[in-house]
C-alpha cells in the first residue's frame, strides 16, 4: 500500500524551509537581553484590562480541550527537564506546552505515534527559545535518546509545519503577563512573603499545572490569578478561600466582575483538589528516556528520521480535525 496522504512524513516533505534559518544548527546568542514577561505592575489597569480583552474574544474560538494521553504527559516531560537542561526560563518551556497543544487542537496524532510526539514536542521548544531566550541552541544540541533521532532538516521542517498550522501567530498571552499585576494587588496588605519568592513559586506551579488537561479550559488570567493567590500564601489559615474572600482579594480592580471571580473560584477550587491528590496518591512514573537492555536480542530499534529515509518511522495517519 501506499503511503497515507496525511501522513507526518508526507507533510514534512512537502514544507518548504526557504522561511528558517539554515544556520540554525549553530547556537545564536542575541547582543538584546531577553527579559522575562514579569512586567505588569498595579498601575497597568487599562493595559491588563485589554490583554484580558483580547484573550476573552480568542479563547472563544479555540475549543475547550486538547487530546490527553500519556504520551502528552511525556512530552510535557521531556520539554520540562529540557527547559532544565538548558536553563531555560520558565516561561520558555510553558509557550513551548501551549504551541503543542495548540498544534493538536488543529492536527490529530495516534496514540501509537510516540515518534511524532517527540518530534513536536522538540520542534515547539526549539520555537519557543527562538521566541524567549537570549542563547538559543542548536537544533542538533537537543537531547536525543535511544528511541529516535531526529537530524536538524527534519526537526526544521517540523518547526514550519507548526508556524502554518498556527497561522505564524506565535506571540501568546500567557499568565506571565499578569504575574506582577496580580500579585502587587494581592499583596498590599501582605508582605510576609517576598515577591521573588511569589513569582517563583507561581512559575513552578504554573509548569506543574501544564500536565493536567483540565486546565486548557482556563483562560491565562485566571490561571495568573490562582497561581499567584497560592503562591502568596504564608500560612494555612490562608487556604480555602470562600467566593467572598477571593472577592475582596481581587475587589480594588476595575474590571473585575462577579464572572470572572466566579472562574478564578473554580479554577482555584481544582487546583487545591489536585494539590490534596497529590499528597494522598503518589505520581505515576513517567520515563522521559530510556536506556536499551544490555542483551543485543531485546534491543529496541534506533529510529533516526531523516528526509533520506521515509520508510522510517513507518508512514502514521495524521488527520485535520
Known sequence: MGEP????????????????????????????????????????????????????????????????????????????????????????????????????HKRFIGKDETWAMRLLSVACLSLAAKM??????????????????????????????????????????TPFHYFNYF??????????????????????????????????EYRQFVVAAVTTLLASSSTSSDIRLTREEIANKFGSISWWTSNENENVYLCYQRTLEIEERKHMTPPPEIAVSREPPASGSGAKRRLSFDDSDQSSPPAKRMRRL
Request: with cysteine; net charge negative.
Open 5 to 104: 496522504k496525511d501522513s507526518l512524513a508526507l507533510f514534512l516533505c512537502h514544507e518548504s524551509e526557504s522561511s528558517l534559518n539554515e544556520d540554525d544548527d549553530e547556537t545564536i546568542e542575541r547582543s538584546d537581553k531577553q527579559e522575562p514577561h514579569f512586567t505588569t505592575t498595579i498601575d497597568d489597569e487599562d493595559y491588563v484590562a485589554d490583554l484580558v480583552l483580547k484573550e476573552n474574544l480568542r479563547f472563544e474560538t479555540l475549543p475547550s480541550k486538547t487530546t490527553s494521553s500519556s504520551d502528552r504527559l511525556i512530552a510535557i516531560d521531556w520539554i520540562l527537564t529540557t527547559r532544565t537542561r538548558f536553563g531555560f526560563q520558565h516561561q520558555t518551556a510553558y509557550i513551548a506546552i501551549s504551541y503543542f497543544d495548540l498544534f493538536l
Open 132 to 173: 524567549e531566550e537570549r542563547i538559543v541552541p542548536g537544533l542538533s544540541q537537543y537531547p536525543q535518546d535511544h528511541d529516535f533521532v531526529f537530524k536538524p532538516d527534519v526537526i526544521r521542517k517540523t518547526e514550519l509545519l507548526i508556524l502554518s498550522t498556527l497561522d505564524w501567530k506565535m506571540n501568546l498571552i
Open 183 to 216: 500579585l502587587a494587588k494581592i499583596s498590599q496588605d501582605n508582605h510576609s512573603v517576598s515577591k521573588d519568592l511569589v513569582l517563583l513559586r507561581s512559575s513552578d506551579s504554573l509548569l506543574a499545572l501544564t500536565k493536567e488537561i483540565s486546565f486548557t
